[in-house]
């Protein structure tokens, strides 16, 4: 693997080329063995004997075996494992000590394979930004009521949806008053980073891209984030470029240091 790093007019560029393996690589194994040691008591001699190891056998979980079998790929996943009943931490969790589980994962080059990875990041932190565009635009958001999960079902009393409604009218209330009388952010500052990965060399060419363009003010407190991510065809049927654009904002809740703060602004309001 190499690397570099790269500095150019307040641009931050670092570059790693992963040399694909030409032999035959493990690249991870996961194996687990439950034991128990036990010895035997001698009530003639009162003493204990030999301490034996055994390995732990769960009869109940033979029926769950499942054999791995290898494919004709460049990455193959063969051993063999005990399916857990659901799929939760503490099932994989006793799937460990119940039984013997073996899983190896292996890299074969292919001759379509690529001879390398290319992963180039740049980025631009902290350029001064307008005012204005570190300014919060939520009006929108809140004219769909629909964006709001109700606390309620359908069937409840009216009184208590009546009850949630003036809730969430006062938050926004809340929340517009905060933005146009409180809010005053003094500086704004504009980050860049965008990351390409992409293969050098065999039969098809393959990228994928990732853009983030974020205006925050000095203090962290409100973000804008657009994002961008492309990437070339590469499963099967796939003809043209896959792309998604997305935009969000995020104002974090204003910081206090007393619980006494937090009452005189409830009080204020």
């Known amino acids: 693997m190499d690397a570099t790093i790269m500095g150019k007019n307040d641009e931050e560029k670092i570059k790693v080329t992963l040399r694909i393996p030409e032999q035959k690589t493990r690249l991870a194994s996961f194996h687990t063995l439950p034991l128990t040691f036990i010895r035997k008591y001698d009530s003639k001699l009162g003493l204990h004997g030999k301490t034996t190891v055994k390995t732990v056998h769960t009869a109940l979980m033979d029926s769950r075996l499942k054999e791995l079998h290898p494919t004709e790929t460049s990455f193959t996943i063969s051993g063999h494992f005990h399916y857990p009943r659901e799929m939760s931490l503490s099932s994989f969790n006793a799937m460990t000590w119940s039984h013997e589980n073996h899983i190896q994962i292996d890299f074969d080059r292919q001759s379509e394979c690529a001879d390398a990875l290319e992963l180039v990041v740049s980025s631009r932190l902290f350029q001064n930004a307008q005012l204005s565009s570190a300014k919060p635009s939520f009006d929108q958001f809140y004219q769909d009521n629909k964006k709001f999960q109700p606390v309620f079902d359908d069937d409840v009393e009216d009184s208590k949806v009546e009850d949630e409604t003036e809730m969430h009218n006062d938050r926004r209330s809340r929340?517009?008053?905060?933005?146009?009388?409180?809010?005053?952010?003094?500086?704004?500052?504009?980050?860049?980073?965008?990351?390409?990965?992409?293969?050098?060399?065999?039969?098809?060419?393959?990228?994928?891209?990732?853009?983030?363009?974020?205006?925050?003010?000095?203090?962290?407190?409100?973000?804008?984030?657009?994002?961008?991510?492309?990437?070339?065809?590469?499963?099967?049927?796939?003809?043209?470029?896959?792309?998604?654009?997305?935009?969000?904002?995020?104002?974090?809740?204003?910081?206090?240091?007393?619980?006494?703060?937090?009452?005189?602004?409830?009080?204020?309001?």
């Not at 500052?189 to 000095?218: M, P, W």
């Not at 703060?261 to 009080?267: F, P, Q, S, V, Y």
Request: charged share 30%; proline share 3%; aromatic share 10%.
């Open 175 to 269: 929340l517009n008053t905060y933005l146009k009388d409180e809010y005053k952010p003094r500086t704004a500052y504009r980050h860049f980073i965008n990351a390409v990965v992409k293969t050098v060399g065999g039969q098809v060419d393959h990228k994928v891209s990732a853009k983030l363009e974020a205006t925050c003010d000095s203090h962290m407190a409100f973000c804008r984030i657009n994002t961008e991510l492309r990437r070339s065809p590469m499963f099967h049927g796939e003809k043209s470029e896959w792309s998604l654009k997305a935009e969000s904002q995020f104002l974090m809740p204003e910081y206090v240091r007393e619980v006494s703060e937090l009452n005189d602004k409830e009080t204020s309001h």
